[in-house]
């Protein structure tokens, strides 16, 4: 059976209140790190490796209508925000196709953007069970983090 985690009871957890207003959001707006080639990649997940920060990576592109739809209705939402304030997030870009994008894209096995995984700092591994690719809504991304315990 699927674990659905649904937002309209997230306000009944303890520090995870829906604010009807998201200009009344207390948590900080999702900072990503850039990067366009696996240099720059290797560099933002060992800075997250050393902190021992859990690393959200999402493969997104400029052009890409439904990487838009998830910034505005996902990464957005309050409750989100919060679950998202104690992980290293680092944003792929792949709007300009060139040999750096091209070569993260075939080592994570990336079909093209959306595509987001969790990363174990312990060990530099995508985490099972944690890869959302294409439209993603805020519960299936809830129950994502709550899977790989993030």
Known sequence: ?????FLAFASLLPGLAILRNPAQAQAPDPAFVRVTTPKEFESAVGRARER???????VSAEWCPICKSIERRVFAH???????????????????????SRTLMERFRIAGPPTMFA???KN????????????VDANLFLDTLNIAGL
């Not at 021992?52 to 999402?58: M, S």
């Not at 309050?78 to 750096?100: K, Q, Y």
């Not at 530099?124 to 439209?135: F, I, K, N, Q, S």
């Open 1 to 5: 059976m699927q674990r659905r985690t």
């Open 124 to 135: 530099g591994r995508e985490l099972p069970r944690t890869r959302l690719v294409g439209a």
């Open 52 to 58: 021992r920060k859990p690393i959200l990576v999402y």
């Open 119 to 121: 990363i174990d700092p």
């Open 78 to 100: 309050p409750v989100i925000r919060m679950r998202l304030a104690n992980i290293a997030l680092v944003r792929a870009d792949v709007t300009e196709l060139h040999e750096g």
